[in-house]
């Protein structure tokens, strides 16, 4: 990142209307890609949760928050800060285990999906414990609340990469979130774009170009689309960001754990020795 663009993400002014938000680029608008990401994650999601729920903390009382693959917890990390007695939305909840372990530990918290058997999936576990976080089905690009009602947002790994419109979500956070509150997401980083979904030998070799952003699509037999994924450059996050009138305070991109042997898709031990699987996006609302 040149030095120029640095010192601007830091900038704590308003937000300057002459920075440019990323066009939407490729032919997948909106409504096509939450139709397909809709209909992938009802379908997917018990098998997502037979292979991942247990790390995620799905089925344990009270829920957990891991905010990658590499398994940074919140717990270690405090990427919100204090979290007790605050409003906080986690976006692209999935099953909500870490809204449910928000509220565990003093949160009020709110999930929002769009996929609703995921949703149903964490409405199980919760009914299995006695304890409610509320849920909400709807897309992250049109956040059904009003503005300026949570003290923080946050997102691990839901919404950001499957919506068209990913400067839209900044700017809809940024309108919900009260001045000064924390926005954190985690996403795949952004560089991993160049490289096949392998994580062994095959995966090291870079493929597709860093700036190509045309969503990855797949479709079933009779060519509908079941599956997209946006990609955005590190550049065109922070520019998110800015214009949507937020201070990037961190990127963080976690390292592989040494003694850590769990392979998730693309991650592995292989590919974490060389280059990062995750960013991490720490920001706050200007005000």
């Avoid at 605050?86 to 999930?111: F, Q, T, Y």
């Avoid at 950001?160 to 979500?169: E, I, Q, T």
Wanted: charged share 25%; hydrophobic share 40%.
């Amino acid at each position: 990142m040149p030095s120029d663009e640095a010192d601007s993400a830091h900038s704590t002014s308003s937000p300057d209307p002459a920075v440019r938000a990323p066009r939407i680029l490729g032919e997948v608008d909106s409504v096509t890609s939450d139709r397909a990401s809709r209909w992938w994650w009802d379908h997917d999601a018990d098998n997502y949760h037979v292979e991942h729920g247990e790390f995620l903390g799905t089925y344990s009382t009270g829920g957990d928050f891991v905010w990658c693959p590499e398994g940074v917890r919140e717990s270690d990390a405090h990427l919100l800060g204090d979290i007790v007695g605050r409003d906080i939305l986690e976006i692209g909840c999935g099953s909500a285990p870490c809204a449910r372990w928000l509220a565990a530990h003093g949160a009020r918290a709110v999930g929002v999906d769009l996929s609703r058997r995921m949703l149903g999936i964490g409405l199980d576990a919760m009914a299995a414990e006695g304890v409610r976080v509320p849920l909400v089905q709807a897309t992250a690009e049109t956040l059904p609340f009003a503005a300026e009602s949570f003290d923080a947002a946050c997102s691990a790994f839901g919404a950001v990469p499957f919506v068209a419109d990913s400067a839209g979500v900044m700017a809809e956070v940024a309108r919900v979130l009260k001045p000064g509150g924390r926005w954190v997401f985690a996403v795949n980083h952004p560089m991993r774009w160049m490289f096949l979904d392998d994580p062994g030998p095959e995966g090291l070799t870079v493929r597709i170009p860093y700036f190509n952003r045309t969503p990855y699509t797949e479709t079933d037999a009779n060519g509908a689309l079941t599956y997209v994924e946006h990609h955005r450059t590190i550049g065109d996050r922070v520019r998110e960001l800015r214009s949507a009138g937020f201070v990037l305070d961190d990127i963080i991109e976690p390292e592989w754990p040494d003694g850590f042997d769990r392979e998730w898709g693309q991650w592995s031990p292989l590919r974490g020795s060389y280059f990062p699987g995750t960013a991490i996006f720490c920001s706050h609302k200007t005000g």
